[in-house]
């Protein structure tokens, strides 16, 4: 149990002010990752200052690191990062809550989306937390966020999966698509999801009624078609992924490969240019955190509908090792970031140059 303020003042402990976070000065690579002690922030109105215990890495932060898409500058900075943190989703326990805040308590068990949650603690809206399931652990729930909702708005919302349909999931053993494997089960699709060998039995134990191989075949030339393709990886043309959509279907765009300097906005204004002028329906989109959406996931998450599937944890001394594994493609779905307490300081005591790596 924590000593409450009367018990610090009488013994002369001080509150804990500091707290251990990732930050990066510059632009550049994993290398330039850093731990450094920075104040704890206090939640204002319909915030929650959250206890971090874990958090996923996502494509998102090595390309907030690098600063490309180039596009990204205009944001966080053209020289240098006006906001050299990271992290986008987290899984903890409520510290303090914000004035308006009447429905969460210190204590409580939540995950959301948020900025900045690659620390020991972070300040969260109200509106990006749900309570977490009891069945999920801090690190499962931690995977959810970002990837999940990702998911569920491309294929219900923007793909208009419906019962009974057909959907091709390119991408299918990724972060994205081993929620997005499960959640077209959960609408009543038929599920086709491609993959490489080594990840045709994972793909399998999420519910996907075929696996396609892409090592040994090329899912633009399956010879059938689908109602939609969810296309988390963007490696092949727009007019080739055509043909394996149906007259009046849809393609939905994700992802895009590493390396182009637009990291997949070329695919979504291509889309968006053809899409008029052929028979299928072409769609790029940025998911939005939305309370209601994580509600619903929490619900198939709690009766064990889906269920997230991590492939490596690291601890927040090594998030530089974390995003230099997810950013060479082969990690297949989660990669997370634990953040255990530091134990015998109630002040920090690491200093701000220590890498994590």
């Known amino acids: 149990m924590e000593p409450d303020l009367t018990t610090m003042e009488r013994t002369g402990m001080q509150p804990q002010k500091t707290m251990r976070a990732v930050v990066f000065d510059r632009y550049g690579s994993p290398d330039d990752i850093r731990l450094a002690e920075v104040e704890i922030p206090t939640p204002k109105e319909g915030q929650v200052l959250i206890e971090v215990k874990a958090a996923s890495v996502n494509p998102l932060d090595w390309h907030r690191l690098r600063g490309h898409p180039a596009i990204l500058r205009l944001s966080d900075g053209l020289r240098r990062p006006k906001n050299g943190r990271l992290g986008a989703d ?111 039995d994972l793909v399998r134990s999420l519910g996907a009624d075929f696996v396609v191989d892409y090592t040994r075949e090329d899912f633009t030339r399956l010879g059938r078609r689908f109602d939609l393709l969810f296309d988390g990886v963007g490696n092949r043309p727009l007019l080739s992924c055509r043909r394996v959509i149906k007259p009046g279907g849809t393609l939905v765009v994700v992802g895009a490969r590493r390396g182009k300097w637009i990291a997949g906005i070329d695919r979504f204004v291509g889309a968006f240019l053809i899409s008029p002028l052929v028979s299928q329906r072409m769609v790029g989109f940025i998911a939005e955190e939305r309370q209601d959406d994580l509600q619903y996931l929490g619900e198939l998450l709690s009766t064990g509908v889906i269920h997230p599937v991590i492939d490596r944890t690291f601890a927040l001394d090594e998030t530089a090792a974390a995003i230099q594994y997810l950013e060479t493609g082969h990690a297949r779905a989660k990669v997370v970031v634990t953040v255990p307490r530091q134990s015998g300081s109630t002040t920090g005591d690491q200093a701000d140059t220590t890498p994590a790596s």
Do not use: M
Not at 117 to 129: D, G, H, I, N, P
Not at 167 to 177: E, F, P, Q, T, Y
């Open 90 to 200: 987290l899984a903890g326990t409520v510290v303090e809550v914000g004035s308006g805040v009447t429905d969460l308590h210190p204590g409580d068990e939540v995950f959301g989306a948020s900025i900045r949650t690659l620390s020991e603690y972070a300040v969260v809206s109200r509106q990006r937390l749900v309570e977490k399931p009891d069945n999920l652990t801090f690190e499962e729930a931690a995977a959810v966020p970002v990837a999940a909702i990702t998911a569920l708005q491309g294929l219900r919302d923007h793909g208009r999966l419906q019962t009974g349909q057909s959907v091709l999931i390119n991408g299918g053993a990724g972060g994205v698509g081993t929620f997005a494997v499960q959640i077209a089960k959960a609408l009543g699709a038929e599920v086709t999801a491609v993959c490489s060998t080594a990840n045709v």
